[in-house]
Nanobody, 121 residues
Framework: QVQLVESGGGLVQPGGSLRLSCAASGSIFSINRTAWHRQAPGKERELVAVITSGGSTDYVDSVKGRFTISRENAKNTVYLQMNSLRPEDTAVYYC???????????????WGQGTLVTVSS
């Protein structure tokens, strides 16, 4: 079964940086699209960044110029480098990936368990 494990969250001061990791494991043939979402308390989950199989990226306006999504294909890992963090970035960050399973070649769309990012003095 395909699984995603997120890591890298924690407490950071405003203006600081964190790098989140999303590692996919299991019977994976390919990952076509990976995205980072976040959900703050009392708010709906929002898309933060996305990277496609072709390497194109996109970001929500509030993080443009501060966050960078990247991938290391050999490890099936996607990263979210977060710089110049603000208190409003505080949220649980979730990794989402869709792709194709090995052997069955069925598509999948899965979510990680979430990692908490807290930006506070």
């Amino acid at each position: 079964q395909v699984q995603l494990v997120e890591s890298g969250g924690g407490l950071v001061q405003p203006g600081g940086s964190l790098r989140l990791s999303c590692a996919a494991s299991g019977s994976i043939f390919s990952i076509n699209r990976t995205a980072w979402h976040r959900q703050a308390p009392g708010k709906e989950r929002e898309l933060v960044a996305v990277i496609t199989s072709g390497g194109s990226t996109d970001y929500v306006d509030s993080v443009k110029g501060r966050f960078t999504i990247s991938r290391e294909n050999a490890k099936n890992t996607v990263y979210l480098q977060m710089n110049s963090l603000r208190p409003e970035d505080t949220a649980v960050y979730y990794c989402n990936a869709n792709g194709v399973k090995r052997y069955s070649y069925k598509s999948f769309d899965i979510w990680g368990q979430g990692t908490l990012v807290t930006v506070s003095s």
